[in-house]
T-cell receptor
């Protein structure tokens, strides 16, 4: 059974610092991995989606890497801003035929202090 | 991008009553929809997978008679929490997947259910 772990569970940094969020998964037979942002009481906003054949994806200040063989992904957020404060979730989609479900990690709660 | 809506966005109900939550894909057809539950400061837990025109598939530990799911069309799925109790209070999020086993999955804004 796929298990997704995110470390750390919470992170507090001063504004301007770079953020490094880690995600690990136990079964490397994945179709893709996705990073989401969730604000309190809100739904999910997709940030980056990395296909299993890709090593990284970039969007603005965000960069996500994927090392499928070691079961790891890292989300980098450069020059953090208070508006980056949110919970960040990673999720993997497996290649199994039964439903291709997304399995979520526990999330990392980020606080960027002004 | 594709949009998924949920209604209502929040609901308060009395213990013992039933509550229906709607999930709609607004600009695409979704053969498959997913229902998640999220408790405070926890991640999303998949409750069930809903396929248009067929019975939903429930995850282990989720009572199918308590959480009734209907996926009557390619754009609408409903979750009914029957005989709600305070422990059912949670944030319910639906997700719709574009037609095709590997179609992209889009998430709704969530519904906050409070049972008093």
């Amino acid at each position: 059974k796929q298990e997704v772990t995110q470390i750390p569970a919470a992170l507090s940094v001063p504004e301007g610092e770079n953020l490094v969020l880690n995600c690990s998964f136990t079964d490397s037979a994945i179709y893709n991995l996705q990073w989401f942002r969730q604000d309190p009481g809100k739904g999910l906003t997709s940030l980056l989606l990395i296909q299993s054949s890709q090593r990284e994806q970039t969007s603005g200040r965000l960069n996500a890497s994927l090392d499928k063989s070691s079961g790891r992904s890292t989300l980098y957020i450069a020059a953090s801003q208070p508006g980056d404060s949110a919970t960040y979730l990673c999720a993997v989609r497996e290649l199994k035929a039964a439903g291709n479900k997304l399995t979520f990690g526990g999330g990392t709660r980020v606080l960027v202090k002004p | 991008g594709a949009v998924v809506s949920q209604h209502p966005s929040w609901v308060i109900c009395k213990s013992g009553t039933s509550v229906k939550i709607e999930c709609r894909s607004l600009d695409f057809q979704a053969t498959t929809m997913f229902w998640y539950r999220q408790f405070p400061k926890q991640s999303l837990m998949l409750m069930a997978t809903s396929n248009e025109g067929s019975k939903a598939t429930y995850e282990q530990g989720v009572e199918k008679d308590k959480f009734l799911i209907n996926h009557a069309s390619l754009t609408l799925s409903t979750l009914t929490v029957t005989s709600a109790h305070p422990e059912d209070s949670s944030f319910y999020i639906c997700s719709a997947r574009e037609t095709g086993l590997l179609g992209e999955q889009y998430f709704g804004p969530g519904t906050r259910l409070t049972v008093t």
